[in-house]
Structures are given as structure tokens and as C-alpha cells.
């Protein structure tokens, strides 16, 4: 779209879209053919386009940090896909361009300049907020909200924040059947195993070992959320009943070696309480769903078990076994009470550990992402403050991006995360393009002829007047701007004749345009075109809320959120910060008239 508006302006009037009908038509005698269109199309859009586009590509590229080979497949492929348009949007298109012929191109240009101006009181009311005041007020309004974002955003919950499957809905026919089988068994559909290491043979010769799984096991039955627990010892204990005419006051752990053996010895390895040789030890643990404070809760008190009973050695396995290889060598028998609790496995140990990953990886992801968006943007316009102004509106919208996600009970994992991330990188889009078409408006050096309507090779302070605000006649013209003309033009006059010449009228060029009269010409010419990518892009996510999949129907409503809010954003606080970080004490009186 960019592309597309840059280069109706060269073929219709030779450059930017800016000025009034009546200076457009004057411009329209340096319309170029379609081929110079395309290329000062490429050479105008190449930096920001590429800066866009690359952005994306770090959006995508930022989520690679998190080590899970799925998310780096889901990675490269969006990466290489969006870089992939660097090629057809930046060189393709202008290719293509250049092989376009207009029919009837009066016709066309009398059209486009009717849509130029359709929307100018819109622009014009938006330009004011690059006033001082206005932009001071902006700010504000933007820093309490920032404020009250990041503190309802710091709510969001790491994992699953809802009963049941995110990625179904909770009237999903697996949902359902799922909260009734936790609601009418002791059993449910979401399983964690923690592995308890210990030493060979240790169901059958250490008591102590199989009564601190045992003591685990009650820990964790009694642990808001777990519906069951199944050990090994739980079912020695039954055995043991079961040997004694099913006495209840035998359902206890034996303390001597045979008895514990002859009640461990009947449970193969199919059963998923032991191994081959009884080195390691399955405590598998139903919960009544799978939220993220469940899984919490039971990393958190397993984390405290194995504290407090010293049970816990990375290097456990590789000590023990060292230890069997020595005593196997002395012709002796390796036997240790030592246990090693170790997570774990099941569903909910895998969404443990991703969410632990997660946790760790959230914020790097965003500030790698906000860092090379911020340096992208100082290379490409050579100021930290431009790019800066840049960066901080894609800030805020990524807090209410978590705010939001608060309100929805959307948990941050994997796949929300890559939206979050998706969401900054194609976001920043709508800023790089307002930012470098006002950087573009404000240096733009028009010409000599263009002011000189008369055609006698000088400029009067009537035809400066004309050229800053669109109009021959001062008679309705607003007061502060006639004011505000004489007094540039008095500074440009150095010989004092009333007149300019053209040396004199190019040595102040540079300060012809204030900020707000840049940032509506930068609206004026890439409004439409902002607005109708944010359109598209919004529209079509936001198919995805009518989707059967509810993690879609979210995604659709995060996607299309972060989409349209960005512009707004950008729209709105982005020449609020450029007129404090860039031009704070410049006097701007520009009024457009229309």
C-alpha cells in the first residue's frame, strides 16, 4: 500500500502529495513516467520498508531464545516468510510498477485530488496534537494509562489461566467430559509424574526410602487442587492388608526387608510404578484441571518436600551408579536410603517446564525485540530520540496487549507469546512510516517556482503566505498565521526589500515547515494508507473470533487488538513525542486551512 500511494504521487505530480489542490496542480507539470515513478518509489520507501519488514522478521526471530525445537521450526519458517517480502514488496512491486500505464491520467489525477482532500479536516484536527499543549496533554493521558497497564498487566497468568483445554472452548464436547470426571472420580484427565530416584533394589530392601515416598505422596494429597496420588508404597500397603486377611491395621509400609519384598515383588514394570530394577519410582499425581496455580502449587510443595528431606541431587544417577560399578568390583552389595525427587513428567510436567521457560524467557523476548526495533530505527533515521518516538507507543500497546489478556483469562505460553511477539514486529509498521514521511515533509525543500505564482523570479510575503497555507488572499486568514508569516518572512528578507530571491528563499527552506504542518502532510499522504493496512490486517484475524477453536477465536481478538491499537497509538502519542524530543521550543503557529 505504501508502495502503491508513493508512487501515485510521482506519476500524477512528481513527489509527495502534500499542498493544496491549487499547488498539486502546479506540481503536475513534473509528473515523471511510470518507470522514474518506480524507481524514486524504491529509493523513497526502501529504508523504511526494509526497516518494517525486518522488523517482523525480529518479531518472529526474538521467540528463537525460548529453547523448544517447535518453537524454533514456528520461527525460522514465519522469519524466512516475512523476509521473503522484503523481496516481493520492495522489489517486485516496484518492478512491476514500472510497467504500468495509465490511461486518461488528467482524469485520474482530478480524481485523486478530490481524494486528497476529502478527509483534510480529520488531519487537520489530529495535526493539533503536535501543539505543545496538546502534545504535553497527550503524554499525560498516555502515561497514566501506560501506568495503569502495566500494573493490571503484571496479572497475567504464566500457562493455562482457565478450567479445561485453552485451545477448545469450555462447551467443547472433551471439555465437558473432562470437568465430569474430575467432578465424579478421584481420577482425572490431567496427570503429573514426579520420578523418585533411589538406589538398586530399593522397593524391596530400604524401608526408609519407600516410607519418604510414601510421606511425599500424602504431602501432595493434601494439596489444593490434587484430586489423587498413586505410589508404589500406597500399593505395598494394600498388598500387605491383602496378606493379612485384609486387616486394615496392616495396611501399613513393612518395615522388615522380606515382608516389604513379598509385598512390592508382584508389580511389573507395565503397571508404571517402578522400573526393571526399582532404581526409580513414578508418583503420579491427578489434578482437577491443569491452570497454571495448580501446576504451581505442586512444583512449589514438591520443591519444598525435597528441601526439607535433603532429597534432591542433580548428579544423583551418576553418583549411584558410580557407587554400584565400585562395590560390584569389591564383590559387595550397593544399598543407600538416599531418594532424589526429580520433575517431571506426564502433561502437566511438560506444561511445568514450558511454563517455567516461558516465565524466564518473557520479558528478554520483548526487550530484544523493543532493542533491535529501537536500533533499527536510530540507523535508519539517524537519531535515538526519532526512534525513540518510534518505540515507546509499541511499548504501551504491549502492556495493554497484557491488560487485556487479564481481562480475557488468556494465559501467557508459548503460542501467546509468539502473538504478543508477532504483534510488536508488525505493529511497529504504522510508526516507521508516519515517522519517515514527516521526517521526509520537514526536510522537503520545495521549490522556487512553486512559491513564485507570478512569475517574476521573486517571492512576495503574500506568496510565502500562500505556499504555508494554501491561499492567495490574507483576508481570511487567521491572525496568528499572518503574524507568524511576516516574521519568518522578515528573517529570510536579509536585504530588506520586500521581496525574496531565490537564494534567499532556499537558505530558509529548512525551516519552512513546522512540526505540525509535517505531520499533517504526513497524514494527508499516508493516512488513507495506514488506515486501510490496519483495516486489513484486523479484518482479516478477526474471521478468526468465529472459529470453533476457542486459542484461535483468542488469538483473532488479541491479533485484531494489537493491529488497530498500534495505529491509533501511533497515530496519536507518536507526534506528541516528536514535538517534545525533537522541536520542544520551536514556535509553531501553523493553521491549516481548508
Known sequence: EQMINRFRGEIFFGGLEDGTVEQLRLKARHAVDPKTAAIRSFHALLIPGTVALLAGCIGFG????????????LAITATVGVALTILTDLVLLPILLSYTKLRKLDKKR????????????????????SRPNAAATVLAIGAVVWAIAWWHGNKVMIGDAQQGVAELRPEARYNRDAELISSK?????DTMNVIVEAGPSACTTSYKAMETIDRYAWHMANVEGVEQVITLPMAAKQVNAGWNDG?????????????????????????????????????????KDHKSTTIDRIVDETKKFRAENKAYDPGFAAKRDAAVAKAQENGEEYVT???????????????????????????????LLYGAVFAMCWISFKSWRAALCVTLPLMMVTELGHSLMVQLDIGMKVNTLTVVALGVGIG??????????MREAMSHRIEFVAADKDRDFTVTPEELHALKHGHLEDGGAHPDAQTATAAHF????????????????????????????????????????????????????AMWIFSD??????????????????????????????????????????????
Open 110 to 129: 482530478e480524481f485523486r485530488l478530490r481524494q486528497l482532500t476529502q478527509f483534510d479536516k480529520i488531519w487537520a484536527a489530529l495535526s493539533k496534537l
Open 549 to 594: 477453536l476457542k486459542f484461535q477465536a483468542d488469538m483473532g481478538i488479541m491479533l485484531t487488538f494489537m493491529f488497530v491499537v498500534n495505529m491509533l497509538a501511533a497515530i496519536v502519542f507518536l507526534p506528541a513525542l516528536c514535538r517534545w524530543l525533537l522541536r520542544p521550543k520551536e514556535k509553531d503557529d501553523w493553521v491549516a486551512h481548508l
Open 490 to 541: 522578515d528573517g529570510l528578507d536579509r536585504d530588506a526589500d520586500g521581496r525574496l530571491t531565490r537564494e534567499e528563499f532556499n537558505d530558509g527552506q529548512a525551516h519552512l515547515r513546522t512540526l505540525s504542518e509535517s505531520y499533517f502532510i504526513a497524514l494527508k499522504t499516508t493516512g488513507i494508507a495506514i488506515f486501510y493496512t490496519a483495516l486489513t490486517l484486523a479484518v482479516g484475524v
Open 428 to 437: 511497529v509498521d504504522y510508526g516507521i512510516y508516519i515517522f519517515a514521511r
Open 185 to 189: 472420580f478421584a481420577l482425572g484427565v
Open 337 to 367: 536410603d538416599q531418594v532424589n525427587f526429580r520433575m517431571a513428567t506426564g502433561p502437566l510436567g511438560v506444561q511445568a517446564a514450558t511454563n517455567d521457560t516461558v516465565r524466564e524467557k518473557e520479558h528478554l523476548i520483548l526487550w
Open 62 to 73: 526474538a521467540i528463537m531464545v525460548i529453547p523448544i525445537q517447535m518453537i524454533h521450526e
Open 247 to 287: 486387616s486394615p491395621r496392616w495396611k501399613v509400609l513393612p518395615r522388615d526387608p522380606d515382608t516389604l519384598r513379598q509385598s512390592t515383588q508382584g508389580f511389573e514394570t507395565d503397571s508404571g510404578l517402578l522400573n526393571a530394577d526399582c532404581s526409580a519410582m513414578p508418583v503420579t499425581i491427578f489434578t
